[in-house]
């Protein structure tokens, strides 16, 4: 067998047969090698097709005798021989039939198999899905034997031979065949002795009472086309795709070259239908600078003093932002226009807000002052009353707070060597002694809490065993740090050094984004975007900067704040929605450029590629 598929020629007796004597035309039925039946006319006396035609194997001139008209003879004399295709080439041909022949344009295949040379699969492969999508398993099975050479596993051929049989026995117990299908059990798929756990599975279908019971039961589709290709698709993975090509090849490979320009796209910030019907393959996957939150759209000067921290909503519907004025604001999102409103005012926190967490459910705000504040507030948001004003004691300093995912109980200390575990109502639950804390998280297994210390590391805390464990080490203070919603990365603003992502698991620092000014001040950091492709900071230099998590340097710089920005804050829900606090009293919302027209979102696109 040629890899390629080509050389091989037509009986001569074959074409005799289906030529039409004496000029007359004629009318053949031809079995393609897709198991499709198509009318071939022939005209002129020249045959142009066999009784099993392979999709392609190369056809030959018929010989003078059996071809009554001379002119035809002369013509086919006179044919350049054919320039050798590439071994790219032919895989592109292939590709191009195999996607043909699924839209059932069978008759387009035969064609241009037989003018390239090519050959859309081996003959045995061919013999070998008809008969398993006509159900002739003992065919399907001698089929087995002649395709067993060209494997590269010869294991592969007993995983084949199991997957057939339980089609087999299947589709005997849907039609009511019990006796039959023991028999397959017993005698056939038994003494594979492969997956005796699935043979028992399968035994217990006996006992389904009727054709319903068993699909449910088993998750099939039941005896027909749809359960049949599908064991095809699963028959396939185990050949060479030089004997026959992985199903819908062709839509794989498109697919998978619309993903990766989507994600080398600097600024594709949106969740599309991964399906090649939502894209045009006519023309490169590129977003404009201006559908990305680079624009501001509202400036809240509700505040009067400087504001230290934001943050949205884990729904998206409210901001919160804390300022050194003593007040707490939550403001409303409208979803439909991204506008927001002032929603309810908290008041009292004598030395400012820091820093404040939402419960999982946002029923609760919890808000925290700077280091010298001993005071911890928590919030119901829904009617704006105070749950509990918690304090240990005068002497402590209570800076940060990190939610259980049970929404039940909160992690909270500071740098003066605080680290408490406490109830709804304040209650102290667990404490760890001579921890300084700067920032705290709790991860979504329930038990583990990270917290960076004044040793420029983050440990991970187990308040139910007691163990804790390094898990981050740094050469600088670590100032603030957040973790991405699947526990697996670590975004750290660390002291004159800038920000920092870590991998968690690993625990390896996977990059260092330029651009930033960080000193000694704290300043939080987020992901965000869509799939939290993005990373946003604010700055000493008044401005905040944005970066691909691929790429080290700043895709936008944004500008606005007159005084250092403290915080930013990326809309879980609504990943065009970025909110920045600062210095200046002011906190901004960010979003698409305004009045985007057709014009620009068409004519003013630019290129997205990772060397941008």
């Not at 013999?127 to 002649?146: C, I, P, Q, T």
């Not at 239908?273 to 045009?280: E, I, P, Q, R």
């Not at 639950?429 to 040793?455: F, I, M, N, Y």
């Not at 600088?476 to 973790?483: A, E, L, Q, R």
Request: charged share 25%; hydrophobic share 30%.
């Amino acid at each position: 067998m040629q890899a390629n598929g080509t050389g091989q020629e037509r009986d001569s007796e074959v074409s005799c047969r289906n030529g039409a004597q004496n000029g007359e035309s004629s009318s053949a039925v031809e079995a393609h090698s897709n198991g499709l039946v198509a009318v071939t006319d022939n005209e002129n006396g020249v045959s142009s097709g066999s009784n099993n035609n392979n999709n392609g194997v190369s056809a030959q001139p018929a010989p003078n005798n059996c071809n009554n008209n001379s002119s035809s003879s002369t013509s086919s004399t006179e044919v350049k021989k054919k320039k050798r295709l590439s071994q790219c080439e032919e895989d592109v041909i292939r590709l191009i039939g195999q996607h043909l022949h699924d839209l059932g344009l069978n008759q387009t295949v035969d064609l241009l198999m037989q003018e390239s040379g090519c050959r859309l699969e081996h003959p045995s492969a061919t013999r070998f899905r008809n008969h398993v999508m006509e159900g002739e398993w003992d065919k399907a099975e001698s089929d087995l034997n002649e395709l067993k050479a060209m494997m590269h596993s010869p294991s592969a051929i007993v995983r084949m031979k199991f997957l057939l049989l339980q089609q087999k026995y299947l589709e005997y117990l849907e039609d009511g065949k019990v006796l039959e299908a023991l028999q397959v059990l017993r005698a056939e798929l038994t003494p594979l002795k492969y997956n005796t756990e699935r043979i028992h599975v399968l035994s217990g279908y006996l006992m389904c009472s009727h054709a319903e019971d068993l699909r449910a039961k088993a998750e099939w589709e039941g005896k027909g086309t749809a359960s049949r290709t599908k064991l095809l698709d699963k028959l396939q993975t185990y050949l060479p795709p030089s004997v026959m090509l992985p199903p819908r090849r062709l839509q794989t490979l498109l697919k998978q070259a619309v993903e990766l320009q989507r994600e080398r796209c600097l600024y594709h910030n949106t969740k599309l239908d991964s399906g090649l019907d939502s894209v045009s393959l006519l023309l490169d996957h590129t977003c404009s600078r201006k559908q990305f939150p680079c624009y501001t759209q509202q400036i809240l000067t509700e505040h009067c003093n400087e504001v230290w921290f934001c943050k949205f909503s884990n729904d998206g519907t409210k901001l919160a932002t804390g300022s050194k004025d003593t007040t707490v604001i939550v403001w409303h999102v409208d979803v439909e226009t991204q506008q927001l409103k002032l929603l309810k005012t908290l008041e009292g926190h004598a030395y400012g807000v820091s820093y404040l967490a939402w419960s999982p459910d946002d029923t609760y705000l919890i808000a925290c002052g700077p280091d010298d504040c001993s005071e911890l507030w928590l919030w119901n948001v829904q009617t704006g009353e105070l749950r509990t004003k918690m304090s240990q004691s005068h002497e402590d300093s209570l800076t940060s707070v990190a939610w259980n995912p049970d929404g039940k109980r909160f992690v909270t200390g500071g740098q003066r060597g605080q680290f408490y575990q406490c109830d709804l109502d304040g209650n102290l639950l667990d404490s760890w002694e001579g921890v300084r804390v700067q920032c705290l998280w709790c991860l979504g297994d329930g038990r583990t809490v990270l917290a960076s210390d004044t040793h420029q590391r983050i440990r991970g805390y187990n308040f139910e065993d007691l163990t804790d464990r390094n898990i981050v080490q740094e050469d600088h203070p670590i100032m603030s740090f957040t973790v991405s919603k699947n526990g697996r990365l670590a975004l750290l603003n660390v002291a004159t050094q800038g920000v920092h992502l870590w991998d968690l698991q690993d625990r390896v620092l996977v990059r260092k984004y330029q651009g930033v000014t960080q000193g000694f001040y704290t300043i939080h950091s987020c992901l965000g975007g869509h799939n939290e492709d993005f990373i946003a900071s604010g700055s000493e230099d008044h401005k905040v900067y944005i970066w691909h998590r691929r790429s080290e340097l700043p895709i936008a710089e944004l500008t606005g704040h007159t005084r250092t920005v403290n915080c930013v804050s990326w809309n879980p829900v609504l990943p065009g929605l970025l909110a920045s606090a600062s210095d200046d009293g002011t906190v901004r919302i960010w979003g698409p450029a305004p009045f985007l027209d057709v014009q620009d979102s068409e004519g003013l696109n630019e290129c997205c590629s990772m060397d941008s």
